[in-house]
């Protein structure tokens, strides 16, 4: 006799999410490469401080949309990731953040070490990514 079971709705939602979520780390994981690949082109370009900032914070901006759009659709999951890495960059000895370092009301005045400290700090976050 053939079986007459009909999942739930709730059951066929749940495995419509697991299905979405399933590549969240891959997206995310290719974001931060591409922001790993942006900074290492940077440290190799010679260029003044304004426009060094204005380069980092357009890596910075693109790797927020590349992430964001990743995990859009897995909220619950996003936010474990998130929690994660703010919970590992806390343990990096590091003054300011990409959020101080590319805010519209930042002044001007950061120097090239700030932009410096800034590489070596996406180096150590994707380090720490990669490792989960």
Not at 57 to 67: Q, S
Not at 101 to 110: E, G, T, V
Request: aromatic share 10%.
């Amino acid at each position: 006799p053939s079986s007459s079971y009909k999942p739930s709705p709730d059951h066929l939602k749940s495995l419509a999410s697991e299905t979405k979520c399933e590549n969240i780390y891959q997206g995310f994981s290719d974001c931060i490469l591409k922001l790993g690949e942006n900074m290492a082109s940077y440290e190799e370009d010679d260029r003044d401080e304004v426009q060094g900032l204005h380069t980092v914070c357009g890596y910075w901006d693109e790797f927020h949309m590349c992430a964001t759009t990743a995990l859009w659709e897995c909220q619950k999951e996003a936010a474990s990731i998130w929690e994660t890495l703010k919970k590992e960059s806390r343990k990096i000895k590091f003054q300011g953040s990409l959020f101080d370092l590319c805010s519209p009301n930042s002044s001007q005045s950061f120097s090239l070490t700030n932009v410096s400290n800034f590489v070596v700090l996406s180096i150590s976050l994707m380090v720490t990514w990669l490792n989960l």
